[in-house]
């Protein structure tokens, strides 16, 4: 395993690279940190036979997924990975769309304990990690360095597979586009941002614009954003 690829050169929507890698056929699946449950809505319609528990700790996003009338293959529920309210051997698949680096750092081993808990032998654990790297990152290392704790996320997952908890099945890296017209665009982004509330001074704006338009072109900005997947399996009892 490995935090970074700097070699890497494929490029890849989120989509096309799960649909790939996991298998979901008459599979119970469960997502950690759900969010807006946008990706919870692509995972549900992969196949009429899927079931998902979309988990979410943010309370205030969690009672607006409860007003979602549109998914009956999906039940929400309020809770986080390290404290899971389901049976053992519950699942087939467990999903994080960039929500490990999310847990705190002190649970973030043991989320991946209660993980293994709920997972059926043999299950498999889909960890898709933003990797802090790229002209994006150092847009955004201004006001908002997430370099530490996506570290961190990555020294879990290796420190679990280091100890048998899971199984490393495949690793993979790629590339993908996050584009902005120009910097008003990115600029109500930050401002309008729900899951984190960013307060910046002046000093930080014209820092954050600076570094913005150094990749400005005539069409816009088009960051390439690197992603690492860490697709893991608990071992068969």
């Known amino acids: 395993m490995q935090l970074k690829d700097p070699a890497t050169t494929e490029v890849a929507s989120r989509r096309a690279v799960y649909d790939a890698l996991l298998p979901m056929t008459a599979t119970r699946v469960l997502e950690l940190g759900c969010g807006s449950a946008k990706r919870t809505r692509e995972v549900a319609a992969r196949a009429p036979d899927i079931t998902v528990t979309a988990l979410e700790v943010d309370r205030i996003q969690h009672d607006k997924n409860l007003t979602i009338r549109d998914l009956p ?8 990975a390290e ?13 994080m769309f960039r929500s490990l ?32 790297d790229g002209e994006y990152c150092e847009v955004m290392r201004v006001f908002h360095d997430e370099e530490c704790v996506r570290e961190a996320a990555f020294l879990a997952l290796q420190r679990a597979t280091a100890a048998g908890v899971f199984e490393l099945v495949t690793e993979k890296f790629f590339l993908t586009p996050k584009r902005f017209t120009g910097w ?20 930080q704006w014209n820092a954050v614009k600076a570094r913005f338009l150094r990749s400005m072109t005539p069409n816009g900005v088009q960051f390439m954003m690197p992603v690492r997947i860490d697709l893991l399996r608990r071992p068969p009892a």
Do not use: C, W
């Not at 989320?111 to 293994?116: G, P």
């Open 101 to 132: 680096h999310h847990v705190p750092l002190d649970k973030m081993d043991p989320a991946l304990q209660e993980i293994r808990r709920v997972l059926k032998p043999g299950g498999l654990l889909y960890v898709e990690e933003p990797v802090f």
């Open 184 to 203: 008003l665009q990115f600029e109500e982004k930050i401002r309008t941002k729900t899951h984190t509330e960013h307060r910046l001074t002046g000093a």
């Open 73 to 80: 293959n999906v039940t929400f529920k309020l809770g986080g």
């Open 83 to 95: 404290a899971i309210p389901e049976p053992d051997a519950s699942f087939d698949v467990t999903i």
